[in-house]
Every structure is written in structure tokens, then in C-alpha cells.
């Protein structure tokens, strides 16, 4: 097994442990003010696991491609599976269609979920110390 492999799981596995002590928040809404374009699957892939199928759901519709397609990439990478290049594509293309996709629709929508809020970002409160200095 390739050493980028075990540091991946080892990574997800750490992730997965903070976020069920509730310690997790998004790198992106904390640095920016602005949710990325998973917010809300780890709130979802807890709901799934503790089977609140109703809060997983909207927290993330698209829980169920991470919870099928995590451990099926974990699969492939151990066991060495080789997949041709064009199908790879296929499948980047068709996950990055499908989750920017929800997050605009969420957005349109009006989610709580995905809501904005610069006042609470890393740079919006290192540029009011700055400004205050």
C-alpha cells in the first residue's frame, strides 16, 4: 500500500473522530465566511451513522455518494484496482457536476446550511484588528 494511501485514511479516520466530538468546522466557512461546497456532509454522514435519515438528508442530500464512495475508493486504492483513465474522468466530471450543482440550488434556495457570513471569517476579523490597530 503507497504511503499517500494510509496518510488519506489516516487523515479521514482523524477528521471522522473530531467531527463526532463536535470539534470539526469547515476549513473553508472559517477562513473565508462562506460554506464550500460539501457543507453539511459530515453533519449528514452523522445523521446517517446514528440512522436520523431525515436530518442527513438535509444537511447534505448527497451523503449517500460520500457514505458509497469513500470506502469503495478506499477499496480500489488498497487492493491496487486498476480503473482506464476515460472512466476516472467520467466519474470527476459527473461528481463535480452533480455537487456544484446541488450547492447552487442550495443557494437558491435559501438554505441555512450554506448561508454566508463574513462577519464571522478568519480574514474579515484579522482585517478588523488590523484596520483597529
Excluded: Q
Excluded at 466557512?29 to 459530515?42: A, E, H, Q
Excluded at 453533519?43 to 436520523?52: D, I
Excluded at 461528481?95 to 446550511?113: F, K
Amino acid at each position: 500500500m503507497k504511503k499517500y494511501t494510509i496518510v488519506a485514511i489516516a487523515v479521514v479516520l482523524v477528521i471522522g473522530i473530531i467531527s463526532l466530538l463536535g470539534l470539526y468546522r469547515c476549513p473553508f466557512r472559517l477562513m473565508f465566511g462562506v460554506p464550500c461546497p460539501m457543507c453539511g456532509m459530515t453533519r449528514a454522514l452523522y445523521h446517517a451513522v446514528r440512522l436520523e435519515f431525515g436530518e442527513a438528508f438535509s444537511s447534505h442530500a448527497l451523503w449517500p455518494l460520500a457514505a458509497v464512495g469513500l470506502p469503495l475508493f478506499a477499496v480500489v486504492k488498497i487492493r491496487g484496482i486498476e480503473i482506464k483513465e476515460k472512466y476516472k474522468n467520467v466519474i470527476i466530471v459527473f461528481l463535480c457536476v452533480t455537487i456544484l450543482g446541488y450547492y447552487i440550488i442550495r443557494h437558491i434556495t435559501g438554505s441555512p446550511v450554506v448561508k454566508a457570513d463574513f462577519h464571522e471569517s478568519l480574514i474579515y476579523n484579522l482585517y478588523e484588528v488590523m484596520e483597529d490597530s
